[in-house]
Every structure is written in structure tokens, then in C-alpha cells.
């Protein structure tokens, strides 16, 4: 797992172009590590490859499951009302602050096999849509805090035993 210092994460990602047997693999390996984790998504630079790809096994706030795989996802529409609340990141383990999200996501891409997906969301599986295509932007959700909040996240990382010191 790939953590908050890591370079992976704090870079912008490339287009998968191959769609052969070794995307189909990556995939399996992000959902198995997503899972042993115990997260709700993981972008594949979270795992040290820099291809835009994220898995998700998320509810969203009717505890509706939402469960799937994007391909070069794009977050194509975001709207409703901003609502902040708790978000964490198992690149950040143990830590979690207050984050500003949009109440509703559209993201568009492609699944394994290069066919059009389209994934809508609202509530807790908006915010995890957003976080996760961040992510393949090179953005941590820390990224996004200011203030006070921002300053107290960047402290509890640097006090973290997998911080930056």
C-alpha cells in the first residue's frame, strides 16, 4: 500500500491503453487489497501503479451496495448540496478529517473489457466517487483542507508512525 509521502500519489495518472489479461489482474489485486484493508474504494496508484483505475464495494446512504471497477474514469458532473464529513484514505491509515464534498457524482469511463460504464452517486458513495478520481489526479483528500483542519491533518501525519517524520 502505497502511503501519504509516497510520489504515486501525489502524481496525476495515465490513461490505460491495455486492455489484456493484466488489467483483469490489477483489478482482482485492488479489489483483494481494498477488501483486506477494509476500505470502501482504492485507486490503483494506492497500490503503486500510476493507471487510472479505481474499485469500489461502497453504500451509499440508504445502505444501498454499490460494487464495481472504472476504467479511465472521468468525473463528469458533481452538483447538490456540499456537505462535510468524515473521510479517511487507506494511503492516510488511522486518520480522518472533515472534508467537503458534493452531495451527488456522475463518473464516466470504461470497465476491463473497454466498454462504457457510467456510475451515478449520492451520499457516502458520491464522496467515495470523488476521492477515488482525485486519487488518479495525483489529490489526497488532505489536499482539499485548509486551515486549521488542513494543519491539524498534516501534524497527526507527521506524528504518524508511517509519516513523514
Not at 43 to 49: D, E, F, P
Not at 63 to 69: A, E, S, V
Amino acid at each position: 500500500m502505497s502511503l501519504f509521502g509516497d510520489p504515486v500519489l501525489h502524481s496525476p495518472c495515465e490513461e490505460v491503453t491495455d486492455f489484456g489479461p493484466a488489467l483483469a489482474r490489477l483489478v482482482e489485486d485492488m479489489f483483494a487489497t481494498m477488501y483486506a484493508a477494509q476500505g470502501v474504494g482504492l485507486a490503483a496508484n494506492q497500490i503503486g501503479v500510476g493507471l487510472k483505475v479505481f474499485v469500489y464495494d461502497c453504500p451509499d446512504d440508504d445502505d444501498l451496495r454499490h460494487l464495481g471497477h472504472v476504467v479511465n474514469p472521468v468525473l463528469i458532473e458533481v452538483d447538490g448540496i456540499t456537505v462535510r464529513g468524515p473521510e479517511g484514505c487507506l494511503s492516510l491509515p488511522g486518520l480522518e478529517a472533515g472534508t467537503e464534498r458534493f452531495d451527488r457524482a456522475v463518473v464516466e469511463g470504461v470497465d476491463i473489457e473497454g466498454n462504457p460504464v457510467r456510475i451515478t452517486g449520492t451520499g457516502w458513495f458520491a464522496r467515495c466517487l470523488q476521492h477515488e478520481c482525485d486519487h488518479l489526479r495525483g489529490t489526497v483528500y488532505t489536499d482539499r483542507l485548509t486551515g486549521l483542519r488542513r494543519a491539524r491533518a498534516l501534524r497527526a501525519v507527521r506524528r504518524a508512525p508511517w509519516g513523514t517524520g
